[in-house]
């Protein structure tokens, strides 16, 4: 009976989670992101079990799981017509090695809290995806300024030479 309830309790949350059609959003961070990106693709938002599919069973703790991203899944509800962000839970996501590591439920807790899963191969491409996306945010300022610089600086040198 004392392991009936956790387990109720757990696909209540899973019936929840996937209530409305999965999360509002994940926050991503972790190595090439500053701060912290909030993902809102279907492909990454949509299912509970798209970064691994925590009933498949835990597997060893890898030695090296390489590079990993956390990510955690949110909410949004609305309090008084003002959103407020609910964090779902917390899961540390390794694309290169294949690995998730489940942190938990915020403010409550699972049997799959802890614990290593193998990662599901069909997030990868999203998930690359969303980090190449990214990239190329973080370079367009950059571009750009070089451009206008190359601009100032041929103007400058094209300019007639009076005296």
Do not use: C
Not at 35 to 49: H, K, M, P, R, S
Not at 73 to 89: A, H, I, Q, T
Not at 143 to 149: D, E, G, P, S
Request: aromatic share 18%.
């Amino acid at each position: 009976m004392k392991r009936l309830i956790p387990l109720l309790a757990l696909a209540l949350m899973f019936t929840t989670a996937r209530a409305d059609g999965g999360f509002d959003y994940i926050a991503v961070k972790g190595p090439g992101i500053i701060g912290e990106i909030d993902v809102t693709q279907a492909a990454l938002t949509e299912d509970y079990f798209v970064f691994a599919d925590f009933t498949q069973g835990s597997i060893p703790a890898p030695a090296n799981p390489g590079q990993g991203y956390q990510i955690v899944r949110l909410y949004v509800v609305f309090e008084d017509d003002k959103p407020r962000n609910v964090p779902f839970d917390e899961l540390h996501y390794y694309p290169y090695t294949g690995y998730v590591y489940y942190v938990g439920v915020v403010d409550g807790t699972s049997e799959y809290d802890g614990k290593w899963y193998a990662a599901n191969p069909a997030a990868e491409a999203p998930f690359r995806g969303v980090l190449f996306q990214r990239a190329l945010l973080a370079w367009v300022p950059f571009v750009l300024l070089v451009a206008i610089l190359v601009w100032f600086a041929v103007a400058y040198y094209r300019k007639p030479k009076t005296g």
